[in-house]
């Protein structure tokens, strides 16, 4: 779901855990930067069971990725996907802090 304009719209997402983060385009042949959101700035990342997120296309596949200054909604294609994506967002998160002590 959009920031400032709060409609949903298809992201491509790419994971890089050298860089510690993963950013999102417009779609896989975009090669303008649309956001980043680096490890160390998420707090939580759950499932959405409270349908907080409003005229979700497919509630039961939404999920959300907290950070310090904005909570993400997103959807996956399918439930698999979802849990996958969870994982390596919160393994990603949980590896950068192995990194600072």
């Keep these: 779901m959009g920031g400032k304009i709060k409609s949903?719209?298809?992201r491509w997402f790419v994971f890089d855990r050298l860089k510690?983060?993963?950013?999102?385009y417009v779609d896989k042949h975009e090669t303008k930067l649309k956001g980043l959101i680096y490890f160390q700035a998420i707090e939580e990342v759950y499932y959405d069971h409270l349908r907080s997120?409003?005229?979700?296309?497919?509630?039961s596949l939404t999920f959300c990725v907290k950070t310090h200054?904005?909570?993400?909604?997103m959807v996956a294609p399918t439930p698999?996907?979802?849990r996958i994506w969870m994982d390596v967002i919160v393994?990603?998160?949980e590896g950068?802090?192995?990194?600072?002590?």
């Design 8 to 10: 949903w719209k298809k």
């Design 80 to 82: 698999e996907a979802m």
């Design 69 to 73: 200054d904005r909570l993400y909604y």
């Design 20 to 24: 510690r983060n993963f950013c999102y």
């Design 53 to 59: 997120a409003t005229k979700s296309p497919n509630p």
């Design 91 to 93: 393994t990603g998160a």
């Design 96 to 101: 950068y802090t192995q990194f600072m002590s």
